[in-house]
Nanobody, 119 residues
Framework: QVQLVESGGGLVQPGGSLRLSCGAP????????MGWYRQPPGKQRELVAQ???????NYADSVKGRFTISTDNAKNTVYLQMNSLIPEDTAVYYC?????????????WGQGTQVTVSS
């Protein structure tokens, strides 16, 4: 059972910042592309930021310029730095690891961490 362990969520005021962390087993971290998704209340899960297999970071338009995805290879950890938060960023945030085997994607998800942006 592969476990991705997230932390760092919480309640923050509009304009504030949070940093989410996600630890993964080394065998996953070194061979899968890591990313972050979120699920706002009453909506479907959506991409926030994702590394490609070429280590290029892609971002949702709604977070470009405000969020940054990064990794610490020594700690097998992926981060999501979130700045200038707005209420629309309120969601459960999920860490994701993905890898393409032929034509099939293998996906792993974390348990999710709640981020609430409110005054």
């Amino acid at each position: 059972q592969v476990q991705l362990v997230e932390s760092g969520g919480g309640l923050v005021q509009p304009g504030g910042s949070l940093r989410l962390s996600c630890g993964a087993p080394g065998s996953i971290f070194s061979t899968y592309a890591m990313g972050w998704y979120r699920q706002p209340p009453g909506k479907q899960r959506e991409l926030v930021a994702q590394f490609t297999s070429s280590d290029i970071a892609n971002y949702a338009d709604s977070v470009k310029g405000r969020f940054t995805i990064s990794t610490d290879n020594a700690k097998n950890t992926v981060y999501l730095q979130m700045n200038s938060l707005i209420p629309e960023d309120t969601a459960v945030y999920y860490c994701n690891a993905r890898r393409l085997f032929g034509t099939l994607w293998r996906l792993y998800w974390g348990q999710g961490t709640q981020v609430t942006v409110s005054s």
